[in-house]
């Protein structure tokens, strides 16, 4: 009986390749081969934290559509796992890396479950967010205490007034087009000295601002804008 391969769901961290943890530098050098998203904005930020570590390895480029057509999103996802699937079959250990962690908004996990649906060994290496890596870069303490953390995508801005009500910090990760319109429902609920953006954290080109006021001063968009909503004190 011929022996399966394993998946590994590698999260290789914000950017910067010193913040790649030790075990996923150790699992991707164990790999056979090595998967890499081939849509979005981090597509070629990932590849370019583990490129020194490839030696030569295969490499699998899987294809994930960003169509608000679930249904094509899906399609992408099982033709995704269908790749790894093969690699999988011949007893290799196949390492498909994304940035931050894999288990926090991240298309790795929709492919891990259909690889374990369809009966195969995986192993997920944690990484570094992109939102502990802002709020260490803006000197933010996330949670203290008893205090409570909420993670908002942006795109639920327009839900966005009742979110804020939660009690305890806010992080609004995956800004894009999404991003002006949480900064004027912030505005307008007075929470402007209260939120801190951070844009290419640990990357060239990193940008801090400490209101939203200092932000649209020289403001930065895009996949890569983290807001922090400091809500200490009240």
């Given at each position: 009986m011929s022996v399966r391969g394993k998946l590994?769901?590698?999260?290789?961290?914000?950017g910067d390749p010193e913040l790649l943890t030790l075990k996923a530098i150790k699992t991707i050098k164990e790999c056979d081969v090595i998967a890499v998203p081939k849509a979005g904005e981090g597509e070629g930020t990932a590849f370019s934290i583990i490129e020194q570590y490839l030696d030569n390895k295969d490499l699998i480029e899987c294809g994930f559509a960003m169509d608000k057509d679930m249904g094509k999103r899906w399609e992408a996802r099982r033709l995704a796992?269908?790749?790894?699937i093969q690699y999988l079959n011949r007893g290799k250990k196949v390492g498909f890396?994304?940035?931050g962690d894999p288990t926090t908004y991240s298309t790795y996990m929709y492919v891990h479950d259909i690889i374990v649906g369809r009966g195969f060994e995986t192993g997920i290496i944690p990484g570094v967010t992109s939102y502990s890596a802002a709020a260490a870069a803006l000197g933010l303490a996330l949670c203290e205490g008893?205090?409570?953390?909420t993670i908002i995508p942006a795109a639920h801005s327009e839900n966005i007034d009742e979110m804020l009500e939660y009690p305890g910090n806010k992080v609004v990760m995956k800004s894009g087009d999404n991003l002006a319109r949480v900064l004027t429902r912030l505005k307008e609920r007075g929470y402007g000295?209260?939120?801190?953006?951070?844009y290419r954290v640990s990357l060239d080109g990193q940008r801090l601002y400490t209101s939203i006021e200092d932000y649209e001063k020289s403001p930065e968009?895009?996949?890569f804008t983290i807001v922090i909503v400091s809500m200490a004190g009240e």
């Open positions: 590994f769901g590698i999260g290789v961290g914000p796992a269908d790749q790894i890396v994304t940035l008893d205090a409570i953390l000295d209260r939120t801190k953006i951070a968009t895009g996949y």
